[in-house]
């Protein structure tokens, strides 16, 4: 048995109002001239939030457009610019929801290591640390905030840099900057909390590290989502947390099902991360019983509307191609089915579930 040794976020600041602390907090990291680079999800283009970033020096802020979600070009594109403009810099801040941060970490990684972003993706690939990065999320539900991974879409895969230099150094934890997000982002993002919480505890790689994180995580989803009434103060607080334990949850463990048949959808179609997974989970009564009558109820009683019939018209050769996609993700599939996978999910029975969507 070979347990993982994995590398964790350095230094985690939580509450509202935290955000405030971000220039004594980057102070320290600042290099002589070098500049930080804050990456800010369009979103917050002409918003408050922008006269209260800490800018010193150099210091810049580039607005990054989430319409989709991160490639490699993008990130290659930026760091490239960055490297022309300034040489070095000290660091990179990511500011928004799981696009922006991952954009951060990978940009973190690209200022240093040789090559594309696209030779990097797979496990353990990327051989240099970065340069300095925090993580300030302003949507919560991914887990991106505590991950090894920063998910790329790259031209022959959809698949993350996962690595030990991929952890930010710092996260900001501040539930103040949630505030306002639209009701049907904020289901579909907290969905995807959700779902990290039922594949990882339903998955055969569970041990008592993730259980502990993942029954924590689904017990805020539940409160949220189930129990209480109307959208308060106290949810993007719990939300919040709901996301960090999801992600450690699935740190020691795995997603299952829902991520690899949503990650083909993704590939093929651009459909969003939080968004198609719901679309996925909601066809998964077979594998995950109470967690989709759960989650079904959840959509009913906050009034979100699921698409169905995404997969219509396809071709043979674009099912052929979700079909690879999905049946790549291999971790996924052998926590969610065991060793014995392969057996159970079969093409013809992913193309069924495909052809559901
Ligand atoms: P997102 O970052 O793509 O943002 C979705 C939308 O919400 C965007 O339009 C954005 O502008 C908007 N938004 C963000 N904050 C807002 C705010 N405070 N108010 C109003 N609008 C706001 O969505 P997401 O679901 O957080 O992230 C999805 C991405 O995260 C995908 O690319 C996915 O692959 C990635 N992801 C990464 C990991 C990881 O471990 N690295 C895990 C899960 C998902
Ligand atoms: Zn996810």
């Given at each position: 048995m070979n347990f993982r040794n994995f590398k964790m976020v350095s230094y985690v600041v939580y509450g509202r109002?935290?955000?405030?602390?971000?220039?004594?907090?980057?102070?320290?990291?600042?290099?002589?001239?070098?500049?930080m680079i804050?990456?800010?999800?369009?979103?917050f283009e002409n918003k408050p939030l922008i006269n209260r970033i800490p800018l010193r020096g150099k210091d810049k802020i580039v607005f990054v457009d989430v319409t989709y979600e991160p490639k490699t070009t993008q990130v290659d594109a930026l760091a490239r610019s960055l490297k022309e403009e300034f040489g070095t810099i000290s660091g990179v801040i990511g500011i928004g929801g799981g696009s922006a941060m991952d954009l951060a970490k990978?940009?973190?990684?690209m200022m240093t290591n040789p090559g594309s972003s696209a030779d990097y993706?797979?496990?353990?690939?990327?051989?240099?640390?970065g340069v300095y990065k925090a993580g300030i999320p302003t949507l919560s539900g991914t887990g991106a905030e505590v991950s090894r991974t920063t998910v790329l879409t790259g031209p022959v895969?959809?698949?993350?840099?996962?690595?030990?230099?991929?952890?930010?150094?710092?996260i900001v934890l501040d539930p103040e900057l949630t505030k306002g997000v639209p009701e049907n982002q904020r289901f579909y993002t907290g969905m995807d909390c959700y779902i990290h919480c039922i594949e990882s505890l339903?998955?055969?790689?569970?041990?008592?590290?993730?259980?502990?994180?993942?029954?924590?995580?689904?017990?805020?989803?539940?409160?949220?989502?189930?129990e209480k009434e109307g959208w308060?103060?106290?949810?993007?607080?719990?939300?919040?947390?709901?996301?960090y334990a999801g992600g450690m949850s699935i740190a020691y463990s795995q997603v299952g099902v829902a991520h690899a048949v949503s990650y083909g959808l993704s590939y093929l179609l651009g459909t969003k991360h939080g968004i198609g997974n719901c679309i996925v989970m909601n066809h998964l009564e077979e594998y995950y019983p109470a967690g989709v009558k759960e989650f079904k109820y959840m959509v009913d009683k906050n009034?979100?509307?699921?698409?169905?019939g995404i997969c219509k018209g396809l071709t043979d050769d674009q099912f052929e191609s979700m079909i690879n996609v999905s049946l790549g993700m291999k971790p996924l599939w052998e926590n969610a089915l065991g060793k014995d996978w392969e057996k159970i999910m079969t093409r013809e029975k992913l193309r069924a579930l495909y052809e559901k969507l």
């Open positions: 109002g935290s955000f405030n602390q971000l220039d004594e907090i980057l102070a320290s990291q600042r290099k002589a001239e070098a500049p804050f990456l800010v999800d369009h979103f990978a940009v973190s990684l993706q797979g496990w353990d690939l990327v051989k240099l640390p895969r959809k698949l993350g840099m996962n690595s030990d230099f991929t952890p930010f150094d710092q339903q998955g055969t790689f569970l041990n008592e590290f993730s259980k502990s994180y993942g029954e924590k995580a689904l017990q805020i989803c539940q409160k949220i989502y189930v308060d103060e106290e949810c993007d607080n719990l939300l919040m947390m709901a996301s009034k979100i509307e699921i698409p169905v």
